[in-house]
């Protein structure tokens, strides 16, 4: 059998991108991305994308209605696809054992029961989602207790590295793809299968084998491992503060030694996104449920150290500003996560906001991709404030730089957008109440001409 059609579930930053990439370097095979969101699916199929991907647009437009299909006809998607791709969020849990921390594989197992349903052929099942160790074993589980022996699954664990803002060159140019599978002649013959997707593009070497517990704990150990470095380097930045040392020099003094390599080394106000918090605290909570204590505690301080570095980052803000920020207006300069992205899930900026917020500060929030209802949505959510009334009295949403700035007391920088580094700040200081402050929690900009213009400039890791 060679696949020739795909269904991916879930609609999201992993299944658009990763689905359009494959149906661009896959012309033979139909690829069905669906969703239970309507309004997510008739995005996709409309002419602005519900996510913002460098290069994604043009691959959508190429592809869409050739091989390329974006539906809300879940069940009829899976019952004709030879291959599904279960590419739904894991987020963490909001209620119950495991609150807080557990990842909630409540929509992958909804995938699993649907699978199971209304398949009527044999199925190549590939968890795509980060999920927990072990967690085939319930998928399995469940596309097992059918009453069609005609029927057979195989399930495959084949973790995604995209990071967002660069997801098509990740795609295009994966550092490797791990496919595990079952240790079994099938299990074998799925593990080609797939393998055969994506020989299509990534050459063979780049495909690494593994059994499946190996995959699933891979992907929780890159992002564990990712973490580490920029909890690490932030670490420094808190002592080079108190020394007089500058991060960004032994960043690179660091990076030098060809053992640790430049990447990942970026202090910063501290780090965000939808995956990290979420990976690592699944990590830790799966540590504690296998009862080894002194792994999850030691885990857990790399997301102790990005709470601590968000926390000193705002409180710095506050008390160069003369120990209150009441009533000050302030300008956010980013609101995603990162840069060349519209997502701001875990967004340090959140976070920032929400400290200045709480302390009475008014907000001039300017970011080139965040929609304004995003942010008012972030900022007015239960686990932000109290009282969203006040929150939306408080935030100004500006599409201008210059605008966003003007009358303001002090400009934070809390995503390292290109477009930030060359702005004319000698126009906007001309216009901001003196003196005028500048806290570059990216480190982007040039602190010497800023200071040379007039600026208080405050930074990571350099006093
Ligand atoms: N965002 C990233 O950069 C990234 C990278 C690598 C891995 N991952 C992992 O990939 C998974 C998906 O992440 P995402 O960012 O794409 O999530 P997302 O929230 O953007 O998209 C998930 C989509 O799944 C849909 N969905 C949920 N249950 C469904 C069901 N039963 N049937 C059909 N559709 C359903 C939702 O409506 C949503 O549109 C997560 O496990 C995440 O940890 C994410
Ligand atoms: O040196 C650095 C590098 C990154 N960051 C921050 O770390 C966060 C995450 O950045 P990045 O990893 O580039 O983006 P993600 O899209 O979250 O990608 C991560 O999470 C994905 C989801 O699991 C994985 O697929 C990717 O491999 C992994 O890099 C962002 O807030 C960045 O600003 C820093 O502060 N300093």
Known sequence: MAITKI???GAGYVGGPTCSVIAMQCPHIK???VDISAQRISQWNS????IYEPGLDDIVKKQRNVNLFFSTNIEESIQEADLIFI?????TMTFGVGK???VDLTYVENCARTIAQVSTNNKIVVEKSTVSVRAAENILKILNANDKPNVKFQVLSNPEFLSEGVAVENLLNPDRVIIGHEETADGLWAFKELSKVYLNWIPESKILKTNIWSSELTKLAANAFLADRISSINSISVICEAIGADVSEVAKG???DSRIGPKFLQASVGFGGSCFQKDLLNLVYICECLNLPQVAVYWQQVLDMNVYQKSRFSNKIIKSLCNTVTGKKITMFGFAFKKDTGDTRESPAIYVAKTLLDEGAKLNIYDPRVEPGQIKKDLTHLYVTDNPENVIKSIEIHDNPYKASHSTHAIIICTEWDKFVNLDYEEIYKHMIKPAFIFDGRKILNHKTLATIGFQV??????
């Open 7 to 9: 269904c991916c579930i």
């Open 458 to 463: 405050h930074t990571i890791g350099k006093r």
């Open 100 to 102: 807080g921390r557990a």
């Open 254 to 256: 660091i990076g030098l």
């Open 87 to 91: 590419s739904v969020n894991t987020p």
């Open 47 to 50: 002419e602005k994308l519900p």
């Open 31 to 33: 690829v069905t991305v």
